[in-house]
Every structure is written in structure tokens, then in C-alpha cells.
């Protein structure tokens, strides 16, 4: 299976805007929808947004929709995450994962893999 690495993560002032990657290595990218969740202190994982495997097709968590883009690069083994307007309320460790047969994109468990994650911060 793929092994992820997330990059990206900072500190940023509200309204400000970061890119986070997740390079991926080993079996065929392509083969995985990709998804990012994130997990902010004291609170439960979350899920953030999916891209289907082929990229045609996308899901958007409703607090995140119309700010955050989603888009991946199979030539690159790599999925990318555009956060724009970024508000307090977006400050967590931000995960990305891999699945090759997911049900529900928005439920961690359909993911086998995961990455270690990379902090975003936002200050007010």
C-alpha cells in the first residue's frame, strides 16, 4: 500500500491562506480516492474533504465548502489542499489518507492509510 507524508502545515493569520500537500510513495497512486481530515485539540477527528480516484468527482465538508479546494496530481503521487479565508475555527493537525475501496468517504475507517499529519494554525 502507499505510504503519505503531509507538508504545508504553519501558522497564518485569519483570512490568510495556506496550500498543505501529501506526497505519496510505494503502490499506484491512482489506484486511491484521497481524503483530509483533521482533528483539532480536544475534539473528535473530522472529515474535511474527498477527491474519487480519478478526480472527477468531490466532497466538501459543509464548513469548509466554497474555501478549501481539493485536487490531485497522479503524475506527482500527490494530493493537494488550497484553504483559503481561513478562520480560527480551522486551526487542527490536518491528516490526509488514502482509500482503495471506500464506501462513505467521510468515514475515516473506510481509509487504510494514513499520513502523520501536519499542524495548521490560525490566529485571530
Known amino acids: 500500500q502507499v505510504q503519505l507524508v503531509e507538508s504545508g502545515g504553519g501558522l497564518v493569520q485569519t483570512g490568510g491562506s495556506l496550500r498543505l500537500s501529501c506526497a505519496a510513495s510505494?503502490?499506484?497512486?491512482?489506484?486511491?480516492?484521497m481524503g483530509w481530515f483533521r482533528q483539532a485539540p480536544g475534539k473528535e477527528r473530522e472529515f474535511v474533504v474527498a477527491?474519487?480516484?480519478?478526480?472527477?468527482?468531490?466532497d466538501y465538508a459543509d464548513s469548509v465548502k466554497g474555501r478549501f479546494a481539493i485536487s490531485r496530481d497522479d503524475a506527482k503521487s500527490t494530493v493537494y489542499l488550497q484553504m483559503n479565508s481561513l478562520k480560527p475555527e480551522d486551526t487542527a493537525v490536518y491528516y490526509c489518507?488514502?482509500?482503495?475501496?471506500?464506501?462513505?468517504?467521510?468515514?475515516?475507517?473506510?481509509?487504510?492509510?494514513w499520513g502523520q499529519g501536519t499542524q495548521v494554525t490560525v490566529s485571530s
Open positions: 489518507a488514502a482509500a482503495q475501496y471506500a464506501s462513505d468517504w467521510r468515514r475515516g475507517r473506510d481509509y487504510n492509510v
Open positions: 510505494g503502490r499506484t497512486f491512482s489506484n486511491y480516492a
Open positions: 477527491i474519487n480516484r480519478n478526480g472527477a468527482s468531490t
